[in-house]
Antibody
């Protein structure tokens, strides 16, 4: 079955750019919508945005100016870049899929801490 | 942005009892509402979409109801594996997709 795995640095300095990659295994990335969701420690879930294999994207207006998503169909991967990070961006970042609007496929999540 | 409010924040229930969780939207989301279960250290798991349709593999003891602004997730007879945090999420008006703050179901 399709599985997702996030990867990237666990520690990012303030004002720098957070970069994460999600690797899709067991299936093709050339279908569905691929989404990023985050969860600050001890808090709720926040939708960051999605990318479709066609390249179309959308993101949370509260983060839009800082979010870049991309997809590499040759590697079966999609990526997230979040610029100008602060401590408020410290969170577990999940990649997910299953649909555009709700998500039945999730990675295990990766904790990213923003600290100097 | 549609704000989703869940209540109560914590629900204490004995195994075998019924649990009723509420989710309210700041404006109508029709039936574009999903529920997730999250256990400590794990990713959320989709339980319900379309307000009342169970996702694949979800036991029948989980049921969803409601439309518009008021929704309910009912767990008919709590099993030990059901103690977790539950989130609702609307997808009627977006971006952004928005989640509620969660209800923690704990053992009484």
């Amino acid at each position: 079955q399709v599985q997702l795995q996030e990867s990237g640095p666990g520690l990012v300095k303030p004002s720098e750019t957070l970069s994460l990659t999600c690797t899709v295994s067991g299936g093709s990335i050339s279908s569905y919508y691929w989404t990023w969701i985050r969860q600050p420690p001890g808090k709720g879930l926040e939708w960051i945005g999605y990318i479709h294999y066609s390249g179309s994207t959308n993101s949370n207006p509260s983060l839009k100016s800082r979010v870049t998503t991309s997809i590499d169909t040759s590697k079966n991967q999609f990526s997230l870049k979040l610029s100008s990070v602060t401590a408020a961006d410290t969170a577990v970042y999940y990649c997910s899929s299953g649909g555009l609007w709700y998500f039945d496929l999730w990675g295990r999540g990766t904790l990213v801490t923003v600290s100097s | 942005e549609i704000v989703m409010t869940q209540s109560p924040a914590t629900l204490s229930v004995s195994p075998g009892e019924r649990a009723t969780l509420s989710c309210r939207a700041s404006q109508s989301v029709s039936n574009s509402l999903a529920w997730y279960q999250q256990k400590p250290g794990q990713a959320p798991r989709l339980l319900i979409y379309g307000a009342y349709t169970r996702a694949t593999g979800i036991p029948a003891r989980f049921s969803g109801s409601g439309s518009g602004t008021e929704f309910t997730l009912t767990i008919s007879s709590l099993q030990s594996e059901d103690f977790a945090v539950y989130y609702c999420q609307q997808y009627n008006n977006w971006p952004p997709l928005t989640f509620g703050g969660g209800t923690k179901v704990e053992i009484k």
